[in-house]
């Protein structure tokens, strides 16, 4: 899979960063690029914060992700469908590992 210099990946581990998060995308969407996000370990919290909301309804369903076994370690997994996460949207690492491989500019968080 070739990188495409107009994707921005972002690996969020963190959720003390939301802001800079949403600021980043919205950014990302002014210049026409595309954003593909992973939420793994603590940052699995951010499902439940207000701005996260504002990302599962700007970033298309199959490039918002959340680790499946971060959020379960977390205590959330019988809960992702009353958050309105989906199942497509609930991935393993393999989806950081396609992410890593598919975009041009990548950020941690």
């Given at each position: 899979m070739s990188k495409d210099p107009d994707k921005l990946g972002i690996f969020v581990t963190s959720?003390?960063?939301i802001n800079e998060l949403v600021k980043i995308v919205e950014a990302a969407y002014r210049k026409g690029k595309k954003v593909k996000i992973f939420f793994t370990f603590k940052s699995t919290h951010l499902v439940v914060h207000p701005d996260f909301q504002k990302l599962r309804n700007r970033i298309p369903e199959e490039d918002l992700a959340i680790c499946v076994?971060?959020?379960?370690?977390?205590?959330?997994?019988?809960?992702?469908?009353?958050?309105?996460?989906?199942?497509?949207?609930m991935r393993t690492q393999a989806f950081h590992g396609e992410l890593i491989e598919e975009?041009?500019?990548?950020?941690?968080?």
């Open positions: 959720p003390i960063h076994a971060a959020f379960a370690c977390e205590g959330y997994e019988p809960e992702y469908h009353n958050m309105g996460l989906t199942e497509k949207q975009v041009g500019k990548y950020f941690v968080l």
